[in-house]
């Protein structure tokens, strides 16, 4: 049993001071003040007499629920040179991150029962945080993700435009069947870019414009109001997809959003960069290539005046190697898991100007909305019967990204050079501490398959 004292517990409701009870995997007791005699009582009443209560002072520091990361690329199966499943999670773990949801582009892509079968078994083998899986939308695999018996996926990702890997449902009859077939219980999560205005747009050089986003989020919006079913929009990035957002969740349509650190935090034009330290400026232009792409700052304003529209802030962690980045041909995506928190501590403490964000709104987006969004009913909250993931903070302790090592295999960060306040000093997973502030001390393989079904 572990007894954290004193820590400052950040939920969505506010900032409240109190003990916490680990029992197992679970919460026991979260209260004011809890005594080692009310732990006594408790281990007797549970029939855990041979355990030694430990205890851990967290006076000045603050306890979020773990995060949950709903768009992670663990790269696993298929391009293990960039990320696997071991080196992804103990990036999750060392940014507090204690669930990760991930993405069903590997090679081979997790479209069916065997490739999600493989998927897990991977994870199983190697993951130190729980994770759940994406089943991929294929062309033709609508009647599949309809009538296979339930497969434990998280939800079901659809690239309604084309990104890294080969998955892409570009017309509207598999959209259709996909939107009206999938349990209406779950999620569809969509890579919204209109395929048809992507190639339009290369073809004269021009690189994905907020016209491509619009245009499909749009037509993500009006296929699940259609079909009375929930679709989760994937890295909002524009002003005018915020706006349709809003307009159908006030509709009642069953709509979710997330927003990307690199959407809060850069800009197509460099303006943020241009505020930075030197060091960060030599970084290669393809460093900050994504899909979607940077926006203007009009746009990463919109995001940040529109955090009560938007469900989930998700890293979308997708690692490339540097020598890629550097090629003729740069894939697109950016890490985030390592970065994540620290970079929202430091908007909601800034060193100088407002605040962007509370600490409320972080435990909110971070920790409740995902859960929230993806059905996970024991995670996100610091309360008895939920699992035990938490995440402590020293939010003093003051550092510079890219000064200390990564634990993603692609090493690099786009905010390498940021100066950031907020470090993780103990994250846990069902109780069991997985990263120290320094290592990641938990076996691989002790991360735990979570879905909407368990
Ligand atoms: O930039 C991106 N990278 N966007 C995506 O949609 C996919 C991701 C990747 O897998 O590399
Ligand atoms: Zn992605």
Request: hydrophobic residues 40%; positive net charge.
């Given at each position: 049993m572990i007894l954290i004292r004193q820590g400052a517990l950040v939920s969505a409701g506010g900032v409240q001071r109190a003990d916490i009870l680990i029992a197992g995997e679970q919460i026991a007791a979260v209260a004011a003040s809890i005594r080692d005699e009310d732990a006594a009582t408790l281990r007797a009443a549970q029939g855990r007499h041979d355990e030694t209560l430990h205890t851990l002072d967290a006076a000045g520091l603050l306890i979020f629920p773990g995060l949950i990361d709903v768009h992670v690329h663990t790269r696993e199966p298929g391009a293990e040179h960039k990320e696997d499943w071991h080196s992804a999670t103990c990036a999750a773990v060392a940014g507090g991150v204690t669930t990760v949801l991930a993405m069903p582009n590997t090679s081979p892509a997790v479209t069916d029962a065997s490739s999600f079968a493989h998927a897990l078994a991977l994870a199983q083998r190697k993951a130190v945080c729980d994770f759940g899986l994406y089943l991929g939308a294929t062309n033709d695999n609508a009647g599949l993700a309809e009538h296979m018996p339930r497969l434990g996926e998280c939800g079901l990702k659809m690239y309604m435009g084309s990104s890294t890997?080969?998955?892409?449902?570009?017309?509207?009859e598999p959209q259709y069947e996909h939107f009206a077939r999938y349990p209406h219980d779950r999620v569809i999560a969509v890579h919204a870019e209109h395929e048809p205005a992507v190639q339009y747009f290369a073809r004269r050089?021009?690189?994905?414009?907020p016209i491509c986003a619009e245009l499909e989020t749009a037509r993500a919006i009006t296929l699940a109001r259609h079909c009375r079913r929930p679709v989760h929009i994937c890295h909002l990035s524009t002003r005018r997809e915020i706006e349709l957002v809003r307009e159908a969740k006030s509709g009642g349509a069953r709509v979710t959003c997330e927003a990307t650190p690199h959407h809060l935090f850069l800009t197509l034009d460099y303006e943020v960069q241009?505020?930075?330290?030197?060091?960060?400026?030599?970084?290669?232009?393809?460093?900050?290539?994504?899909?979607p792409p940077l926006r203007e700052l009009v746009d990463l304003n919109a995001l940040w005046d529109n955090l009560d529209v938007i469900d989930c802030i998700a890293t979308d962690h997708a690692p490339h190697s540097l020598d890629e980045k550097r090629s003729a041909r740069p894939p697109s995506g950016v890490p985030g898991l390592e970065t994540l928190l620290p970079l929202l501590l430091t908007a909601a403490n800034p060193p100088d100007g407002p605040a962007r964000l509370s600490l409320p709104d972080i435990a909110r987006l971070c920790c409740e909305g995902p859960a929230r969004v993806f059905g996970l009913r024991r995670k996100g909250t610091i309360a008895p019967?939920?699992?035990?993931d938490l995440c402590l903070v020293d939010p003093t302790a003051t550092w510079t990204i890219g000064d200390r090592p990564l634990f993603?295999?692609?090493?690099?960060?786009?905010?390498?050079?940021w100066r950031v306040r907020g470090a993780v000093s103990h994250t846990f997973v069902r109780g069991r501490l997985v990263f120290d502030g320094r290592a990641v001390v938990a076996p691989m393989g002790s991360g735990r398959h979570v879905s909407p079904d368990a």
């Open positions: 890997g080969d998955l892409l449902v570009q017309d509207f050089g021009v690189r994905r414009p241009a505020q930075m330290p030197a060091g960060l400026r030599t970084h290669l232009p393809a460093c900050y290539a994504m899909n019967g939920y699992d035990a993603s295999k692609c090493g690099w960060t786009p905010f390498a050079g």
